[in-house]
């Protein structure tokens, strides 16, 4: 079996919607190969494969999903992909194509117009062209006037460098930023007591310190949400102009076969409080009718969701 590919799979520009006054864009850093029982924990494979028929190797195709979001005073781009500085060796697993740039050019936005970006968490997925290897051997932030947003808990977690997933969280993908002055660490209602100069957010390299927010609204429209689960400190981006809605989970839903709350990943750190995020993201999804975006979901990578009639939930017709 191979993965499933559909006509236009490899468009640059994956989905297109307004949201109030807003226009909301969907760029792809390509695609990428993952295992199949990774993104489904402890579902059977007799289940999951039927959603997502994997290939020899027992991996499924996801997309890298990033969402520009215009709102007339600001570009704002939410999640990176994997960017180009993985190695050959991880390259040749994920087969990811880079692309990022490309997909940003032919939807007509221009890097050094974004005025912020927005990770979602910092695994080497959702931002990877936060910053750009050059052919130097360099690394430079790839929006040069953004100012760059991600939680103070991820980043502390990523210095940690656990066993479990010290893989995940990489240095060239956030440093060059921390250099330049231009990432802002969002610490939500100071719930974590993060300072500036905190010893959670220190070294190993000498860098200065980040500052801080601790508010949710990081500029009208665009607001973060903790969504804990896939990690401790995961922001969801909610997008919101004159009555309409839209949200960002980022990995509390990857694609649009992991709406079954107890589909969680086994990448999940604490599948538990995961699923009691998800039942809550639902209930409001889909009683006010929001347009949500997946991260990983090539194919869909923006919907809105309805109740069936068994009460499951799952994309609305039409
Ligand atoms: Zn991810």
């Not at 060059?176 to 300072?195: C, K, N, R, W, Y």
């Amino acid at each position: 079996m191979h993965p499933v590919s559909q006509p236009g799979d490899d468009a640059l520009v994956r989905h297109r919607c307004g949201v109030g006054d807003f226009e909301t864009t969907i760029c792809s850093d390509g695609t990428f190969l993952l295992d199949g029982g990774a993104m489904f924990g402890v579902v059977p494979k007799t289940l999951w494969s039927r959603r997502m028929p994997p290939d020899d190797n027992n991996c499924v195709l996801l997309g890298l999903n990033t969402l520009v979001v215009r709102t007339g005073t600001a570009v704002v781009v939410i999640e990176t992909g994997i960017g180009n500085k993985v190695s050959p060796k991880m390259r040749a697993i994920f087969k990811n194509q880079q692309q990022l740039p490309r997909s940003l050019e032919a939807a007509g936005v221009h890097l050094a117009e974004v005025t912020h970006v927005i990770n979602t968490h910092l695994h080497f997925d959702h931002c990877g062209w936060n910053t750009t290897l050059e052919a130097d051997g360099t690394t430079t932030p790839t929006f040069p006037n953004a100012m760059y947003y991600a939680a103070a808990g991820e980043l502390a977690h990523g210095r940690r460098q656990f066993e479990r997933d010290a893989m995940s969280y990489l240095g060239p993908n956030y440093n060059a930023l921390i250099a330049s002055g231009q990432l802002t660490l969002v610490d939500p209602h100071g719930a974590g007591e993060f300072t500036p100069s905190d010893p959670r957010l220190a070294g190993p390299e000498q860098l200065p310190p980040i500052p801080i927010c601790t508010e949710l609204e990081l500029l009208p429209g665009i607001s973060v949400e903790p969504l804990p689960g896939h990690t401790a400190s995961l922001l969801g981006v909610h997008v919101t102009s004159g009555e309409e809605h839209a949200c960002y989970p980022g990995d509390l839903f990857p694609t649009h076969h992991h709406l079954d709350p107890t589909w969680v990943m086994g990448f999940d750190l604490d599948p538990l409080t995961c699923i009691g995020q998800r039942k809550k993201f639902l209930a409001r999804a889909i009683s006010e009718k929001w347009m949500v975006f997946f991260t990983h979901d090539h194919q869909m990578p923006a919907a809105r969701l309805e109740w069936s009639d068994r009460g499951k939930p799952m994309v609305a017709n039409g």
